[in-house]
């Protein structure tokens, strides 16, 4: 994604960064791009010209250090010879300045939109960005330029050109991939159904896994849809894989000859400066060691509580704390997957590892370990439930219903609130 107004607003991000990791957390976002400095370059609708005058090409961009930025970008180039110009159409592009922008990023309903620069300006920006520039020029017939250039126009209209962006199936890439696909009678998608390299939760995780906050909020807050098998079509969300698979498609000249798509490719600016991991980061065994030292520490409070005040303490402030965060994030889960457009937050297992219940069991813990009766009951059948949802959250694993991608997750939940329901079992056992 790109921004709209150019400018890096340090507040504005920090917060919209919370919200990522909190509500979607990105998410998100995921693919688009800020827009540039300059403004849109103005466009009209003009007859169509034979086409041998235009030249299209693809133009995909690397990741960057911004949020928004660690999925790439691309852009549809179209030079005319006869006009002497270069025009990038930019697809999802966005504003942390428009009306009401993060309410509506926390619903999913974000309108980006397209818009048309002048392709002079791109390469100075993304190379002072320090990320990676590929341009690929397209062997297109003279119609299909022509074709393209005023689908293009049109769509860069102002009553055109926004859309209700989509993380995954309705990007900055899907957009350039479904206008080059469409103008080629679909030879893209017909030669892209075979399966992709990795899902859609493999491509994220790996790419966001410098940003371990994120990372660990896109693990939890995204459900089952991004878990199933993808194909190459699915996977060209992200531009450095529709700059790969477009390379492998052969179309038909205007004589009939089975040409390739890609009739050249160059590199016009590289950079190491944002490597991105081949697969996702493994934190299976970090995460269980997390989760066995917490349940530990929370059984054993709840088991020599009575002996030493310091182990009533960890359970009261620590197993309290530990059950406030993931009621919390047990809310923001529900939510998302009942009230809001956001599609890969729905079937979200995750919601049997963070219980809406913690909340209950984080206002009754500290009062319990002070001996207080209400509390005391309270906090035992709480524990017990919170307890045995995190182990169904386990055993349903063996259904095949049940194929969310979230054993780290459940390395770190289920031992954690085993162990918090055997302290507080312990610690009411000692004081009935």
């Known amino acids: 994604m790109r921004r709209a107004d150019g400018q890096t607003d340090r507040r504005t991000v920090g917060s919209a960064l919370i919200i990522v990791v909190l509500g979607w957390l990105s998410v998100s976002p995921l693919i688009g791009q800020t827009a540039p400095v300059r403004p849109s370059v103005r466009l009209s609708v003009r007859p169509s010209a034979p086409g041998d005058e235009l030249t299209i090409s693809l133009m995909t961009m690397g990741v960057g250090a911004e949020v928004w930025e660690r999925f790439g970008h691309n852009a549809i180039i179209v030079e005319d010879k006869k006009q002497g110009t270069a025009i990038a159409y930019n697809y999802g592009m966005f504003s942390f300045r428009q009306e009401n922008f993060v309410l509506r990023f926390i619903q999913g309903r974000m309108d980006y939109w397209m818009a048309a620069q002048d392709a002079e300006d791109e390469l100075p920006r993304y190379r002072e960005a320090r990320r990676s520039v590929w341009k690929q020029e397209l062997n297109l017939t003279a119609e299909q330029k022509v074709q393209l250039r005023d689908f293009l126009l049109w769509n860069a209209l102002p009553e055109n050109r926004f859309y209700h962006y989509d993380y995954y199936r309705d990007n900055c890439s899907t957009r350039v991939r479904d206008a080059l696909d469409r103008v080629l009678g679909g030879a893209i998608q017909a030669q ?9 939760r ?4 790996r790419l966001v896994a410098a940003n371990r906050p994120l990372y660990l909020g896109l693990a939890l807050i995204e459900g089952q849809p991004v878990d199933r098998p993808s194909t190459k079509w699915d996977e060209m969300f992200l531009p450095l894989k529709l700059r790969e698979y ?18 050249n490719e160059e590199t016009l600016y590289q950079s190491s400066a944002y490597p991105v991991p081949e697969t996702p980061p493994r934190w299976l065994l970090p995460l269980f060691v997390l989760g066995a030292l917490l349940g530990g520490l929370f059984f054993w409070g709840g088991a020599r509580g009575r002996q030493n005040p310091f182990a009533r303490y960890v359970v009261s402030i620590l197993g309290g704390f530990w059950a406030l965060l993931t009621g919390v994030g047990g809310v923001i889960m529900a939510g998302m997957w009942a009230f809001t457009d956001h599609a890969v937050a729905a079937s979200n297992e995750n919601v049997l590892q963070c219980s809406v219940a913690a909340l209950i069991l984080a206002i009754a813990l500290p009062f319990a370990m002070g001996n207080r009766p ?3 009951k309270t906090a035992r059948v709480f524990a017990i439930l919170i307890g045995a949802l995190s182990v169904l959250g386990l055993v349903l694993k063996v259904l095949p219903g049940f194929y969310q991608a979230n054993w780290p997750v459940l390395a770190l939940f289920v031992p954690a609130y085993l162990g918090l329901m055997g302290g507080v079992l312990a610690w009411t056992k000692q004081n009935a």
């Open 192 to 200: 892209s159904g075979g399966p992709a390299s990795g899902n859609y």
């Open 202 to 205: 493999f491509h994220t995780l």
């Open 246 to 263: 477009i390379s492998q498609v052969m179309v038909t000249d205007s004589a009939g000859n089975r040409i390739p798509l890609v009739k």
């Open 374 to 376: 209400w509390a005391l």
